[in-house]
């Protein structure tokens, strides 16, 4: 364990409730020769054995300890959701992060997880495991391993399952991953079914220079790529496919919420976006949509999947979106929109053509986009899965990525 020497294990949880718990990974840990740092995250104001007590990481929130600890538990929770996730980003010995508990101690943690940047190990014993994990993963790395029982005293189940838990994050720590061999820049690229070919050829064009990293804009798929732009291991981005924004702001089911690309806000990356998949909305089953949408334009993708017509009013809102979020961009931006169609079934012919909506859509963008010297809209009378649009793309990103070539590696 030499090479962890200079890193900690942090074992983090509600020690009022599952001191027994977090007590015994520490132990695990420790035999096995690591450091551990253990932080209380209990809001109940009893006294604690952690090396870290809850009232240092309450310091850690914007309002301070009085925002923590309230006589109301469910903003308690909350607040020191918010405090541990600031605390985590100042610990500077922080080699990976382990954590057991129930539906409130797993919001706890994962917060605070979800904040570290990806390779860093996060490991969560949960009884939340074995469902829908998307509320507490999001786009990290979070390993998240079932209790199966419940996370209550150390009995036969429990010791297997903790000390597995402790061994994976211990291995992970000792043995980190090999750096890529590859000396080509890493970039993002947003795909969906319907702008496949374009992202494709894009990905064709670049792949001898640069590392393309290919992500499905299906809601997480946005927010994973934006969590690698954070976390500084992406050169930049082709966002060819920002239909999560289509349901952000109609209600669809793949949207990446309202952040999409504010991270490009907060750091001057390199952004080459286009209109990919705003024609649609996405819901499951056809009998899962809405009742509201019920007589709108509907295509049956697949049995899993039912696409809806973005209207003229519903593209003017996603414009603005857009444009805005463009428009607070740091980095080099290029937009280009394809006049010709914004999918494989936005063509003459085809379920979703209609270039009123389009257009809207269009004029949205360019009316409220802020151009400037590094800052560049373009309209193009082109399809989006034509080539000649992919090769736009690859021009657009080689005038704002040139002078990262060879400097930005991921």
Same mark, same amino acid.
């Given at each position: 364990?030499?090479?962890?020497?200079?890193?900690?294990?942090?074992?983090?949880?509600?020690?009022? /409730? @599952?001191?027994?718990?977090?007590?015994?990974?520490?132990?695990?840990?420790?035999? &096995?020769?690591?450091?551990?740092? %253990?932080?209380?995250?209990?809001? $109940?104001? @009893?006294?604690?054995?952690?090396?870290?007590?809850?009232?240092?990481?309450?310091?850690?929130?914007?309002?301070?300890?009085?925002?923590? #600890?309230?006589?109301?538990?469910?903003?308690?929770?909350?607040?020191?959701?918010?405090?541990?996730?600031?605390?985590? &980003?100042?610990?500077?010995?922080?080699?990976?992060?382990?954590?057991?508990?129930?539906?409130?101690?797993?919001?706890?943690?994962?917060?605070?997880?979800?904040?570290?940047?990806?390779?860093?190990?996060?490991?969560?014993?949960?009884?939340?495991?074995?469902?829908?994990?998307?509320?507490?993963?999001?786009? $990290?790395?979070?390993?998240?391993? *079932?209790?199966?029982?419940?996370?209550?005293?150390?009995?036969?189940?429990?010791?297997?399952?903790?000390? =597995?838990?402790?061994?994976?994050?211990?291995?992970?720590?000792?043995?980190?991953?090999?750096? $890529?061999? /590859?000396?080509?820049?890493?970039?993002?690229?947003?795909?969906?079914?319907?702008?496949?070919?374009?992202?494709?050829?894009?990905?064709?064009?670049?792949?001898?220079? *640069?590392?393309?990293?290919? #992500?499905?804009?299906?809601?997480?798929?946005?927010?994973?790529?934006?969590?690698?732009?954070?976390?500084?291991?992406?050169?930049?981005?082709?966002?060819?496919?920002? /239909?999560?924004?289509?349901?952000?702001?109609?209600?669809?089911?793949? $949207?990446?919420?309202?952040?999409?690309?504010?991270?490009?806000?907060?750091?001057?990356?390199?952004?080459?976006?286009?209109?990919?998949?705003?024609?649609?909305?996405? #819901?499951?089953?056809?009998?899962?949509?809405?009742?509201?949408? @019920?007589?709108?334009?509907? *295509?049956?993708? =697949?049995? %899993?999947?039912?696409?809806?017509?973005? /209207?003229?009013?519903?593209?003017?809102?996603?414009?603005?979106?857009?444009?805005?979020?463009?428009?607070?961009?740091?980095?080099?931006?290029? #937009?280009?929109?394809?006049?010709?169609?914004?999918?494989?079934?936005?063509?003459?012919?085809?379920?979703?053509?209609?270039?009123?909506?389009?257009?809207?859509?269009?004029?949205?963008?360019?009316?409220?986009?802020?151009?400037?010297?590094?800052?560049?809209?373009?309209?193009?009378?082109?399809?989006?899965?034509?080539?000649?649009?992919?090769?736009?793309?690859?021009?657009?990103?080689?005038?704002?990525?040139?002078?990262?070539?060879?400097?930005?590696?991921?």
């Amino acid at each position: 364990m030499a090479a962890s020497s200079l890193r900690s294990a942090y074992v983090a949880g509600t020690f009022d /409730t @599952k001191g027994r718990e977090l007590s015994f990974l520490r132990q695990c840990l420790e035999k &096995l020769g690591l450091r551990v740092v %253990t932080v209380d995250l209990s809001t $109940s104001g @009893k006294p604690s054995s952690a090396s870290v007590h809850p009232r240092e990481v309450a310091r850690h929130h914007p309002q301070g300890e009085a925002a923590v #600890f309230s006589d109301d538990r469910g903003s308690a929770m909350t607040a020191m959701a918010q405090a541990f996730e600031a605390f985590l &980003l100042t610990r500077r010995d922080l080699g990976g992060l382990l954590s057991a508990g129930g539906s409130g101690g797993t919001s706890l943690a994962t917060q605070g997880m979800r904040a570290l940047p990806v390779g860093v190990p996060k490991v969560m014993v949960s009884t939340m495991a074995s469902g829908d994990t998307r509320p507490y993963v999001g786009p $990290s790395d979070i390993c998240m391993m *079932y209790s199966v029982t419940d996370v209550q005293g150390i009995h036969r189940i429990s010791e297997l399952v903790l000390a =597995n838990a402790a061994h994976a994050l211990a291995g992970m720590i000792a043995h980190p991953p090999m750096v $890529s061999a /590859t000396s080509r820049p890493a970039i993002g690229l947003t795909m969906f079914g319907v702008t496949t070919p374009c992202v494709q050829a894009v990905t064709k064009r670049l792949e001898a220079e *640069y590392d393309c990293l290919v #992500f499905h804009a299906t809601g997480v798929g946005g927010q994973s790529m934006e969590k690698l732009a954070e976390s500084q291991l992406l050169a930049g981005v082709v966002d060819v496919s920002t /239909t999560e924004v289509a349901d952000e702001i109609v209600g669809g089911v793949l $949207s990446a919420g309202p952040g999409r690309l504010d991270v490009f806000a907060r750091h001057a990356l390199p952004y080459v976006g286009s209109c990919g998949a705003l024609d649609m909305v996405n #819901f499951g089953a056809w009998n899962t949509v809405p009742e509201r949408f @019920k007589n709108r334009t509907l *295509y049956r993708h =697949n049995p %899993t999947v039912t696409l809806m017509r973005t /209207t003229p009013d519903e593209c003017r809102q996603i414009g603005e979106f857009i444009a805005a979020k463009l428009n607070a961009m740091r980095g080099p931006v290029r #937009f280009l929109i394809p006049e010709g169609g914004l999918s494989a079934i936005d063509r003459p012919g085809q379920p979703f053509h209609d270039p009123e909506a389009d257009r809207v859509l269009f004029n949205a963008i360019e009316r409220l986009f802020r151009p400037g010297p590094q800052r560049k809209l373009e309209r193009l009378p082109l399809h989006i899965n034509d080539e000649a649009f992919a090769e736009a793309l690859v021009a657009a990103w080689r005038e704002i990525a040139a002078p990262l070539a060879g400097t930005r590696r991921a």
